[in-house]
């Protein structure tokens, strides 16, 4: 099942790239045939390889004339890390959602690849493992929010 989702990330991707505007539009069900797959998998895809964490917005409208529309979210801010900062990380977050922001930032030149790793390695769950398990989440946010701010001097 990777592999088939891996595929119709990869043909979405590109789509995109192959775009002058930041988004595509598609049928829902003309994927799903495309790919010899059922309208859920597509849906899987979108859910969790196309979030906003990872840079993308959808639309979606379901029934037989439905579609969707990838939208690849582009930084208009003149300070983006402040706006990630500001309103994206929250109060708390995950590792999985920590890392989408930090390669999402090394996907558009904000950060390093020497930054990226460092970020990485300091959120990972065994470098928070003498915290409680369900405070966690709450110092990532912190750490994540501090790291970036550092970069914004």
Same mark, same amino acid.
Not at 118 to 124: D, G, P, Q, R, T
């Given at each position: 099942m990777a592999g088939l989702s891996n595929s119709i %990330? @990869? #043909? $979405?991707? %590109? $789509? $995109?790239? +192959?775009? /002058?505007? /930041? #988004?595509?539009?598609?049928?829902?069900?003309? $994927? @799903? +045939?495309? #790919?010899?797959?059922?309208?859920?998998?597509? +849906?899987?895809?979108l859910t969790t390889r196309f979030t906003p964490y990872k840079g993308y917005y959808i639309e979606s409208r379901r029934g037989g004339s439905g579609y969707v529309k990838i939208i690849k979210l582009t930084i208009k801010d003149s300070n983006p890390i402040k706006e990630i900062v500001e309103n994206v990380i929250g109060d708390r977050i995950t590792k999985d959602k920590s890392n989408n922001i930090i390669n999402m930032l090394l996907d558009e030149d904000l950060i390093t690849e020497r930054e990226a790793l460092?970020?990485?390695? @300091?959120? %990972?769950d065994n470098t928070l493992s003498k915290v409680d398990f369900n405070d966690r989440n709450i110092l990532r946010a912190d750490l994540l929010k501090n790291m970036l701010l550092a970069f914004m001097r």
């Open positions: %990330e @990869a #043909f $979405l991707k %590109e $789509l $995109l790239s +192959n775009t /002058d505007d /930041d #988004f595509i539009e598609i049928g829902r069900n003309d $994927l @799903a +045939n495309q #790919f010899n797959c059922a309208p859920s998998q597509i +849906n899987y895809v460092v970020m990485v390695h @300091a959120l %990972e």
